[in-house]
């Protein structure tokens, strides 16, 4: 006992660091591990292949030296032809010994004869065995499937013992695994012979994917006394195992056997030190009524034993010799489980063709109101159609409408604008650049002088010029956003929109009792009208200040066209020839004129007596008979007019 304390402390230097690492000490005592105490075994670092004899850091050829010289050819070869090998650990790695500072460098003689210093090689860099990292995933995947495939294996294992022929224990197999973890057992039942043991036979058996058979792939040997304590889990245990590393696990902790450390026997306690025998003493020992106690005691544990034995061998008769019945039993119960999953599957079953029942009842009804949505929307199409068969026709009817009652406004418009170019002449003043006069008075560009004759010039002139925009609105349909007052010489422009007060948004368009700066705003506003009613006709404006300029370019585009101009329509003085109690509607915007008024009462007069001239007015005859000749003209004009349209609306009918 004291030579293997001896060789426990004595141990390697790497296992005394790992011992000292270890906190947790094992409960039972080496001498008391037997196998009842071992519940399951597993399997760390599974290898195949044989370990190599060779000693690391030497070589068998010049192509493995470090200074080997190496072409780019060879380095290609090289590493074309370089197999994936598992790396190994930092202990592997084999450093150089340690250089003496005192020592100098080895001489080697050159070719010249002279002494060259031969450079030391410091510590050799690992070699990377992931030379492939730049290749696609598919390639590295199925390197690594080689690399893991190769490594793993099925694995079993069976226990055995001196004495007996079979083994005592085998295990399942586990597939397909480099670090098996076997299921836990219990050696109890193998009877005391074997339970008592602290010897056992382990073996281990593996076939990998290119084996057809199973093969012997370990035997141990193993006295339980030789375990090294690792821990209680394999989970706290980090220090590196080698290749087929076994674990053992019993009822204290984890256990293993390194083979290249010496087993460790923790020291006895005092009390189990046998005593010193003294010479010619008479040492006490146990009496013969305790001896017999305890060969009695043992005597009634193998009987409890044999007891144990018999009755589960009658109770194992009996179980065969009901076999049938406890057949019955089982299957009667499993028919009632499955006849109350055949009872749960049919509720199940009805609920969900319930469900579908109704889902196909509301399904019915939405296809049916959908029929019926179909067929209303079929004769309304029917319907439609007929209909746009007709409204077709007509729309081609109204289009063609559109189109006359189009040219027919524009040359309306055209004539008006004629007619307003008469009223109003704009005529070009001789030898002066964009001057212009309306109706024989000059009307400068934005710039007025302050003379008074010249004031009432510009005032009448911006008057005309504001009733013709004035009626020019109308007759476009096109608002004006600042409105005119046209009052001749006196008119007016207000601006709605404006910061100021309600009663100072009017500004005067004449500059006789007016302040300068409201009469130029007043002109400002006038020309902004005037350049709305230019872009609505899609013109473009060079000068917003240049007044009667772009009146008369707004005048020259409307007026002109290459067709003739369309007559006037009915109205005028045949209204007023028209008799009161006739249905005719006069003129509402001559009622109120009471010259007009008496006469249309003088012409009606002249034209019932035949062109005759009473005793009222003789002062006045020849002027009346010329209205009455004009008058004449005009009701030709309008009935040869009124008979046109009449004999073109009954051939459109």
């Not at 005067?508 to 009208?529: E, I």
Request: aromatic share 6%; proline share 6%; net charge positive.
């Amino acid at each position: 006992m004291s030579g293997e304390q001896n060789a426990g402390r004595n141990g390697s230097s790497n296992y005394a660091e790992w011992k000292g690492m270890r906190r947790d000490r094992p409960w039972l005592l080496p001498s008391n591990r037997k196998l009842r105490h071992l519940q399951g075994i597993c399997l760390r670092n599974l290898t195949l292949s044989q370990p190599q004899t060779r000693l690391r850091g030497k070589t068998i050829d010049d192509e493995s030296l470090p200074n080997a010289f190496k072409s780019p050819a060879k380095l290609l070869a090289q590493r074309e032809t370089h197999k994936l090998e598992h790396s190994r650990s930092s202990n592997d790695l084999k450093s150089p010994p340690p250089k003496d500072v005192s020592s100098k460098p080895k001489l080697v003689g050159g070719l010249d004869g002279s002494a060259e210093a031969r450079p030391s090689m410091g510590r050799l860099r690992r070699r990377s065995t992931l030379n492939w990292t730049g290749a696609s995933p598919a390639v590295r995947q199925k390197k690594l499937e080689d690399v893991t495939g190769g490594r793993m294996a099925d694995t079993w294992f069976s226990l055995h013992c001196e004495g007996v022929e079979e083994p005592i224990y085998v295990s399942e197999t586990v597939e397909k695994a480099m670090n098996p973890n076997f299921r836990f057992f219990d050696l109890n039942a193998s009877g005391p012979l074997a339970s008592r043991l602290d010897e056992v036979t382990v073996k281990f058996w593996a076939k990998s994917e290119s084996m057809k058979d199973y093969r012997l792939l370990i035997e141990l040997d193993l006295h339980l006394r030789s375990l090294q304590f690792i821990g209680k889990s394999v989970e706290n245990f980090h220090h590196p195992l080698p290749s087929n590393c076994i674990l053992f696990q019993l009822s204290d902790g984890v256990y293993t056997s390194f083979t290249d450390l010496p087993p460790e026997e923790p020291p006895v306690p005092q009390y189990f030190k046998p005593s010193r025998v003294i010479a010619h003493e008479v040492q006490p020992t146990s009496s013969f009524d305790a001896l017999m106690r305890l060969s009695n005691l043992d005597d009634c544990i193998q009987d409890a034993l044999a007891t144990r034995e018999k009755l589960a061998s009658q109770i194992t008769s009996i179980l065969q010799g009901n076999q049938q019945s406890l057949i019955t039993i089982n299957e009667a119960s499993q028919s009632r489980e499955s006849l109350a999953a055949v009872k749960r599957a049919v509720t199940a079953e009805r609920k969900q063709l319930k469900a579908a029942t109704t889902r196909r009842h509301d399904l019915q009804t939405s296809l049916q109101a959908r029929r019926e949505a179909m067929l209303e929307g079929c004769k309304a199409q029917q319907k439609a159609q007929e209909h746009l068969s007709g409204a077709q026709s007509k729309l081609r009817g109204c289009g063609t409408l559109v189109e006359k009652n189009t040219e027919a406004i524009r040359g309306q418009i055209r004539r008006i604008c004629e007619d307003l170019s008469q009223i109003y002449p704009i005529d070009p003043i001789p030898h002066k650049l964009v001057s212009f006069t309306i109706h024989g008075l000059s009307l400068p560009n934005s710039n007025y002088d302050s003379s008074s004759a010249e004031e009432d010039t510009i005032s009448a002139a911006l008057g005309f010029v504001a009733h013709l925009v004035y009626l020019l609105s109308f007759y476009l349909s096109v608002p004006l956003p600042y409105p005119i007052q046209p009052y001749a010489s006196t008119s007016f422009i207000k601006d709605p929109i404006s910061i100021l007060p309600p009663g100072q948004r009017t500004f005067p368009l004449h500059r006789k009792g007016s302040v300068a700066y409201r009469f130029d705003y007043g002109v400002f506003l006038l020309n902004k009208d005037i350049e709305l009613l230019i872009g609505r006709q899609g013109l473009k404006m060079l000068d917003v200040r240049h007044t009667l300029p772009n009146v008369k370019y707004l005048l020259y585009v409307l007026t002109a066209g290459s067709n003739d101009l369309p007559v006037r329509k009915a109205g005028g003085v045949r209204g007023l020839l028209r008799e009161e109690g006739g249905g005719g509607t006069p003129c509402l915007s001559r009622r109120e004129s009471e010259d007009s008024v008496d006469r249309a009462v003088d012409l009606r007069m002249i034209v019932e007596n035949g062109g005759r001239v009473d005793g009222r007015g003789k002062g006045k005859e020849k002027e009346k008979l010329i209205a009455v000749e004009n008058a004449k003209s005009s009701y030709g004009s309008l009935k040869g007019v009124n008979s046109s349209l009449r004999s073109s609306a009954v051939s459109k009918v």
